[in-house]
């Protein structure tokens, strides 16, 4: 059973960083694309960032271009999102997502499996 | 950026009713849509992909159709679990935009 967690979320003031990490678990992780999806309080889904298998190819939404880093390790079986200068627009709860199959992010956008999201508020 | 939108939201219906959810692309997005449910307080689950295609475990209560720009989540004989929110999210090209969400009450 695939199971995604989260963590590395909490608050911080704006313009800090935060990096945010996702164990991964029950599947071949190198197999797949990844990705991070967010939800602020009360709203819709936002697609943020997505990355290859071997991490040569990735993308952003242009909400964070720039400003936030998608990475993995296949080694330990996890995805990180580096966040910096962070915008009270930024707060919400951030869901690292599993492509249902393919390992190139830009062609495997259909996101089969979801942790529970790890929370970022931004606030001085 | 490929803009989705859905209508109508939000909805309320009864148990056993039938129920469709529209979404459109502001461009031609081929087959490549899923639709997603969440219940609140919980992570997203992917209900459809490509369209049509059921994911593993859906009941079959879940139908997709639609095709380029224009799209339908069914749901046939509604029951009290499927009071969600209902997203469709394109995967044509990036960024893979989501619609608003339509949000069903049972």
């Known amino acids: 059973e695939v199971h995604l967690v989260e963590s590395g979320g909490g608050l911080v003031p704006p313009g800090q960083s935060l990096r945010l990490s996702c164990a991964a678990s029950?599947?071949?992780?190198?197999?797949?694309?990844m990705f991070w999806v967010r939800q602020r309080p009360g709203k819709g889904l936002e697609w943020v960032a997505g990355?290859?298998?071997?991490?040569?190819?990735?993308g952003y939404a242009d909400s964070v271009k720039g400003r936030f880093t998608i990475s993995r390790d296949n080694a330990k079986n996890s995805l990180f999102l580096q966040m910096n200068s962070l915008r009270p627009d930024d707060a919400a709860l951030y869901y690292c997502?599993?492509?249902?199959?393919?390992?190139?992010?830009?062609?495997?956008?259909?996101?089969?499996?979801w942790g529970q999201g790890t929370l970022v508020t931004v606030s001085s | 950026d490929i803009q989705m939108t859905q209508s109508p939201s939000p909805l309320s219906a009864s148990v056993g009713d039938r129920l469709t959810i529209t979404c459109q692309a502001s461009?031609?997005?081929?087959?490549?849509l899923s639709w997603i449910r969440q219940i609140p307080g919980r992570a997203p689950e992917l209900l459809i992909y490509?369209?049509?295609d059921l994911e593993t475990g859906v009941p079959s209560r879940f139908s997709g159709g639609g095709s380029g720009t224009h799209f339908t989540l069914t749901i046939s004989g509604l029951q009290p679990e499927d009071s969600a929110t209902y997203y469709c999210q394109q995967y044509e090209s990036v960024p893979f935009t989501f619609g608003p969400g339509t949000k069903v009450h049972i």
């Open positions: 997502a599993k492509s249902r199959v393919g390992a190139f992010f830009d062609v495997s956008g259909k996101l089969s499996d």
């Open positions: 029950g599947f071949t992780f190198d197999d797949f694309a």
């Open positions: 461009q031609d997005i081929s087959d490549n």
């Open positions: 490509d369209v049509s």
């Open positions: 990355i290859s298998w071997n991490s040569d190819t990735f």
